[in-house]
């Protein structure tokens, strides 16, 4: 394999779990640079992208004063490789979003399996390109293997609807769902800016999440819902999807939450699902490659114009002060697409 000459690196962890307005939240470190393992690509990283995730590992898991290295968006090119890859070589340039029980991609050089990353899609930047991968598995793996949709089924229709459609995962979902399905896209959405984005995005009717979704959707599709893809305020909601959706309909769901009255769904047998795009590099399952064929495929879509990146607001080179606004911005819930970094510290 080749290797980095560098035996350090510049990145950004976190050593306790401090609320984002401490300076101590997050730091600039200094660490080894990683060795790639047998099916490792070693990448020079050149973007990232932070998403909620990143604040709530902060906010959840104290490393008990170990630096612990957050971020998991990342685009970059191939420094080196391990010994067991056959996907790319050196000098590739990749997207992905990384494995969570591993050291996340705020660093100069990061360590990621061949099996979830892909040639990152060429018509697009690093920066552009790396607001991608985390949000585009999600809503992949969320609509067409967690709600039985299927790719290309431009023969699949119904009203299908996401909520905060203006955020990273939403804004994807609606762009999947444009382009590869018939159904009818309804966002949720309640600023004019984040209604003019979920538009641009794909949606062909939004609604107010701070109002009864009810008698909001009863004039777009009075017959019902035939899918809920929850972004966030699931259990909130949960009462009104089930009034909502149709017998029969599914509801998937990416957010964090308590307890909830799940029965609210059996008298229409609803079906529940859970999308978490860390599962199978959590778990090490036997497709754990299908990650590198959704990103190979959304690379294509964007080359061919018919899905674009999400990337809204680049806030500098990666550094910890950086890094927290950032945390901050997503921790308001004011965020509009994806916040980018782009670049080291020289």
Same mark, same amino acid.
């Given at each position: 394999?080749?290797?980095?000459?560098? @035996?350090?690196? =510049?990145?950004?962890? *976190? &050593?306790?779990?401090?609320?984002?307005?401490?300076?101590?939240?997050?730091?600039?470190?200094?660490? =080894?640079?990683?060795?790639? +393992? =047998?099916?490792?690509?070693?990448? /020079?990283?050149?973007?990232?992208?932070?998403?909620?995730?990143?604040?709530?590992?902060?906010?959840?898991?104290?490393?008990?004063?170990?630096?612990?290295?957050?971020?998991?968006?990342?685009?970059?090119?191939?420094?080196?490789?391990?010994?067991?890859?056959?996907?790319?070589?050196?000098?590739?340039?990749? *997207?992905?979003?990384?494995?969570?029980?591993?050291?996340?991609?705020?660093? /100069?050089?990061?360590?990621?399996?061949?099996?979830?990353?892909?040639?990152? =899609?060429?018509?697009?930047?690093?920066?552009?390109?790396?607001?991608?991968?985390?949000?585009?598995?999600?809503?992949?793996?969320?609509?067409?293997?967690?709600?039985?949709?299927?790719? $290309?089924?431009?023969?699949?229709? +119904?009203?299908?609807?996401?909520?905060?459609?203006?955020? $990273? !995962?939403?804004?994807?979902?609606?762009?999947?769902?444009?382009?590869?399905?018939?159904?009818?896209? !309804?966002?949720?959405? @309640?600023?004019?800016?984040?209604?003019? *984005?979920?538009? /641009?995005? $794909?949606?062909?009717?939004?609604?107010?999440?701070?109002?009864?979704?009810?008698?909001?959707?009863?004039?777009?599709?009075?017959?019902?819902?035939? *899918?809920?893809?929850?972004?966030?305020?699931?259990?909130?909601?949960?009462?009104?999807?089930?009034?909502?959706?149709?017998?029969?309909? /599914?509801?998937?769901?990416?957010?964090?939450?308590?307890?909830?009255?799940?029965?609210?769904?059996?008298?229409? @047998?609803?079906?529940?699902?859970?999308?978490?795009?860390?599962? &199978?590099?959590?778990?090490?399952?036997?497709?754990?490659?299908?990650?590198?064929?959704?990103?190979?495929?959304?690379?294509?879509?964007?080359?061919? +114009?018919?899905?674009?990146?999400?990337?809204?607001?680049?806030?500098?080179? !990666?550094?910890?002060?950086?890094?927290?606004?950032?945390?901050?911005?997503?921790? @308001?819930?004011?965020?509009? +697409?994806?916040?980018?970094?782009?670049?080291?510290?020289?």
């Amino acid at each position: 394999m080749s290797a980095t000459q560098n @035996s350090t690196m =510049p990145a950004v962890a *976190y &050593r306790k779990s401090l609320p984002v307005e401490d300076a101590e939240s997050l730091l600039d470190v200094e660490l =080894p640079v990683p060795t790639p +393992g =047998p099916r490792d690509l070693l990448v /020079r990283v050149e973007a990232v992208a932070v998403n909620p995730v990143d604040y709530k590992v902060r906010q959840n898991n104290d490393p008990g004063g170990e630096p612990r290295v957050l971020g998991w968006d990342a685009a970059g090119t191939v420094v080196a490789v391990g010994d067991e890859v056959e996907l790319f070589r050196v000098g590739d340039e990749v *997207y992905y979003a990384g494995a969570i029980d591993r050291p996340g991609s705020n660093s /100069r050089f990061h360590a990621v399996d061949e099996r979830i990353a892909a040639r990152k =899609p060429a018509t697009l930047s690093f920066t552009e390109a790396a607001a991608l991968p985390l949000t585009s598995l999600t809503a992949w793996e969320g609509l067409f293997e967690r709600l039985g949709l299927h790719d $290309g089924a431009l023969d699949r229709t +119904g009203t299908l609807l996401v909520t905060a459609a203006a955020g $990273g !995962v939403g804004a994807m979902v609606a762009q999947l769902a444009r382009a590869l399905t018939s159904l009818t896209v !309804v966002g949720t959405a @309640s600023r004019p800016e984040t209604v003019a *984005y979920a538009l /641009r995005m $794909g949606v062909t009717h939004t609604v107010d999440h701070h109002q009864p979704l009810p008698g909001q959707l009863a004039g777009i599709a009075p017959d019902g819902i035939d *899918y809920i893809f929850s972004t966030n305020g699931t259990d909130r909601n949960l009462a009104a999807y089930a009034d909502i959706l149709k017998p029969f309909g /599914r509801l998937v769901a990416i957010d964090d939450f308590g307890p909830v009255e799940i029965g609210l769904l059996k008298a229409k @047998s609803i079906s529940f699902h859970w999308e978490l795009m860390f599962t &199978r590099s959590l778990h090490h399952t036997p497709d754990l490659a299908k990650q590198h064929h959704i990103l190979t495929q959304i690379a294509r879509l964007v080359d061919a +114009g018919i899905l674009t990146t999400t990337a809204t607001t680049d806030l500098g080179i !990666v550094n910890a002060a950086h890094l927290r606004e950032a945390h901050r911005i997503l921790e @308001s819930g004011t965020a509009i +697409g994806k916040i980018t970094l782009t670049g080291f510290p020289d």
